[in-house]
């Protein structure tokens, strides 16, 4: 979830994601990605394990750090699989 406010190019920001079971506790999936898209297009993909910018901070509880290098629209799509579960959340976000 972003905060409210302005986001700047080259400015990290924090994109964060929770994930619950269906009794709405919190469940750490067996697989966590973020896909951000650029204003241009360019689509780039973070994986829990494997890129430093894709952290936990608890159970169910991810973030991800990135540095937006161009204003415009950026969309954002958390994806998580396990327990035979698929979840995906999407977002936007504004870059002046």
């Given at each position: 979830?972003?905060?409210?406010?302005?986001?700047?190019?080259?400015?990290?920001?924090?994109?964060?994601a929770?994930?619950?079971?269906?009794?709405?506790?919190?469940?750490?999936?067996?697989?966590?990605?973020?896909?951000?898209?650029?204003?241009?297009?360019?689509?780039?993909t973070?994986?829990?394990?494997?890129?430093?910018?894709?952290g936990?901070?608890?159970?169910?509880?991810?973030?991800?750090?990135?540095?937006?290098?161009?204003?415009?629209?950026?969309?954002?799509?958390?994806?998580?699989t396990?327990?035979?579960?698929?979840?995906?959340?999407?977002?936007?976000?504004?870059?002046?």
């Open positions: 979830m972003m905060r409210p406010g302005r986001s700047f190019v080259n400015t990290e920001i924090r994109l964060e929770r994930f619950f079971d269906d009794a709405d506790a919190d469940s750490d999936p067996d697989t966590v990605t973020l896909t951000t898209m650029s204003p241009s297009g360019l689509a780039v973070y994986t829990y394990l494997t890129d430093d910018e894709l936990r901070t608890d159970t169910g509880d991810y973030y991800c750090d990135i540095t937006p290098d161009e204003s415009g629209r950026w969309y954002w799509r958390w994806a998580a396990g327990n035979a579960t698929t979840v995906a959340q999407e977002g936007n976000f504004m870059v002046d």
